[in-house]
């Protein structure tokens, strides 16, 4: 299984500014995806972070808003861009391995709150 | 694209009684079916999955059942314990070209009773 870590954990931010997550798995890995898991809500994929090209966004999610990184098979970062109070949540990387079927694994997430 | 249903919402069981927690999906491209287990402050750990081509899997005190025709799974757990306490979600891969993307459901907060 892969293990990842997320750096912060928690932050507390003003409103406007903007906060980088960083996101290391420690195996080499095909996918990445970030999600965003609002209080006592259920987890949305905002992007998929492709490796040396640009992330792939869902509905909703704009890149001008939550930018991403993937500079290799090992490591992403997504920033939250111009925050309001509205950006306040759990976001949570996966990783997986090399087919649609394989497993995802969850880092430990980092806890956003905007005042 | 995916729409997953999870039920029920919340789940009281005593120690030792078996939980059933069910789900619902939409695309009958999706193949794999994770489970995860969220505790408070955590990040979701992979409890179980199964993919299309088995209908059951055990791990321990866990089994997921898979009916591809009529696109529902489950998860059962017995002899449950406190420590199983915890918002469990289901979810689903998308099908065709969406690799590796997973839909969740909404989440069932599972609490067991000493």
């Known amino acids: 299984s892969a293990v990842i870590s997320q750096k912060p954990s928690r932050d507390i931010c003003q409103r406007g500014t903007s906060l980088t997550i960083q996101c290391q798995v420690d195996?080499?890995?095909?996918?990445m995806f970030w999600y965003r898991q609002q209080p006592g809500q259920s987890l949305t994929l905002i992007a998929t972070?492709?490796?040396?090209?640009?992330?792939?966004?869902e509905s909703g999610f704009v890149i001008d808003k939550f930018p991403i990184s993937r500079p290799n098979l090992t490591f992403s970062t997504l920033t939250v861009s111009n925050m309001s109070p509205e950006d306040s949540s759990i976001y949570l990387c996966?990783?997986?391995?090399?087919?649609?079927?394989?497993?995802?694994?969850f880092g430990p997430g980092t806890r956003l709150t905007v005042l | 694209g995916e729409n997953v249903e999870q039920h029920p919402s919340t789940l009281s069981v005593q120690e030792g009684d078996s939980a059933v927690i069910k789900c619902t999906y939409s695309?009958?491209?999706?193949?794999?079916f994770p489970w995860y287990k969220q505790e408070l402050g955590k990040g979701p750990q992979l409890i179980i999955d199964?993919?299309?081509?088995?209908g059951e899997k055990k791990d321990q005190r866990i089994a997921v059942t898979l009916n591809k025709t009529a696109k529902h799974f489950s998860l059962h757990i017995t002899e449950t314990q406190p420590e199983d306490s915890a918002v469990y979600f289901c979810?689903?891969?998308?099908?065709?070209?969406?690799?590796?993307?997973?839909?969740f459901g909404q989440g069932t907060i599972l609490t067991v009773h000493p």
């Open positions: 695309d009958s491209a999706s193949n794999y």
């Open positions: 199964i993919r299309s081509n088995v």
């Open positions: 996966s990783a997986g391995g090399w087919s649609s079927t394989d497993t995802q694994y």
């Open positions: 972070a492709n490796q040396g090209s640009e992330a792939t966004y």
């Open positions: 979810a689903a891969n998308a099908g065709g070209t969406s690799y590796g993307k997973l839909t």
């Open positions: 195996s080499q890995v095909t996918m």
